[in-house]
């Protein structure tokens, strides 16, 4: 069994630099966009603040809303319980 987090972790690092260079050539809104995103790398060089931005940027890239990148589903502990409950 393969550790899915570090695994995407570790081949998103290993691509960081290709992407940056992709993501270089974009024009247009976009490519304003992915900039002002990966300034961010410039003020804060961080293995983390790579991968946020490199995400980011890819999202932007592919023309979709980095807003909605992930979304979080947050249910009530409540609610929680009660399904548990109920499938057991």
């Given at each position: 069994?393969?550790?899915?987090?570090?695994?995407?972790?570790?081949?998103?690092?290993?691509?960081?630099?290709?992407?940056?260079?992709?993501?270089?050539?974009?024009?247009?809104?976009?490519?304003?966009?992915?900039?002002?995103?990966?300034?961010?790398?410039?003020?804060?060089?961080?293995?983390?603040t790579?991968?946020?931005?490199?995400?980011?940027?890819?999202?932007?890239?592919?023309?979709?809303?980095?807003?909605?990148?992930?979304?979080?589903?947050?249910?009530?502990?409540?609610?929680?319980?009660?399904?548990?409950?109920?499938?057991?």
């Amino acid at each position: 069994m393969v550790p899915l987090i570090p695994k995407f972790m570790s081949q998103l690092d290993h691509y960081t630099e290709k992407l940056s260079r992709v993501f270089r050539k974009k024009g247009g809104i976009a490519g304003r966009k992915i900039t002002n995103i990966m300034a961010v790398i410039d003020q804060n060089d961080t293995m983390a603040t790579r991968r946020a931005c490199s995400l980011q940027a890819l999202v932007v890239y592919l023309n979709e809303d980095p807003e909605k990148l992930v979304k979080e589903y947050i249910m009530p502990r409540e609610k929680w319980i009660r399904q548990s409950s109920a499938s057991m």
